[in-house]
């Protein structure tokens, strides 16, 4: 085994471990390697594959969160989507460059479940409480909700696992309390956030 390359970004981008550990899965896409860092100087950054040389960083003083970034499709285009501490972005994952970016505040900074395209639009989920959407992104970076639920009302709180879609169906894990301990297996009508059934833990 030989060591071709190795990045600190946290550290190159003047940043600080989160609270909990750095959680990113990094992106390889297009012959780059894409991390979400939360630093002050870049949120998310991608580095050369090959030599691991930086190629583009996008965003300031917003934090790292927990999930991991993810290709989607959206308004007809490929972008890059990351849900990082208090928000969701939209990035041109060629050029390096913020399309859009859509506020979504929890406790902690902990968006840890990864984003998913649902019917042309994106699907956002976080637990202690906090809910879920549906949002649509237009062509000009216009970001709206088709549906959220949020709070003690919300339908679908994912804290540590990404939700799954399957004919028809989006099923996820319900955390209704604090960090892990009461978290219920639910399905939802992903058209209309609407709650099919949940099974109690």
């Not at 190159?12 to 979400?36: E, N």
């Not at 002050?40 to 930086?54: H, I, N, S, Y």
């Not at 969701?88 to 994952?93: Q, R």
């Not at 939700?163 to 309390?177: A, F, M, Q, R, T």
């Amino acid at each position: 085994v030989q060591l071709l390359w190795s990045r600190h970004p946290v550290q190159d981008y003047g940043g600080k471990p989160a609270d909990y550990g750095m959680a990113c899965s990094p992106l390889v896409h297009a012959g780059q390697v894409i991390v979400t860092v939360g630093a002050p100087r870049a949120t998310v950054a991608a580095f050369d594959l090959q030599t691991g040389e930086p190629r583009w960083q996008v965003g300031t003083g917003t934090a790292a969160g927990y999930s991991s970034p993810a290709l989607l499709t959206l308004a007809g285009r490929e972008q890059l989507v990351v849900f990082a501490g208090n928000a969701l972005l939209g990035i041109d994952p060629t050029a390096g460059r913020e399309l859009w970016r859509h506020p979504w505040p929890p406790d902690y900074d902990c968006n840890i479940a990864v984003p998913l395209a649902l019917d042309g639009g994106v699907f956002i989920s976080c637990g202690e409480n906090h809910g879920c959407a549906l949002l649509d992104v237009s062509p000009e970076g216009q970001v709206r909700e088709r549906w959220s639920a949020t709070g003690a009302d919300s339908v679908l709180r994912n804290e540590w696992q990404t939700s799954l879609l399957i004919n028809g169906s989006l099923y996820g894990y319900d955390n209704v309390g604090s960090a892990g301990p009461v978290t219920h297996f639910t399905c939802i009508d992903p058209a209309t956030g609407e709650r099919r059934w949940q099974q109690k833990r």
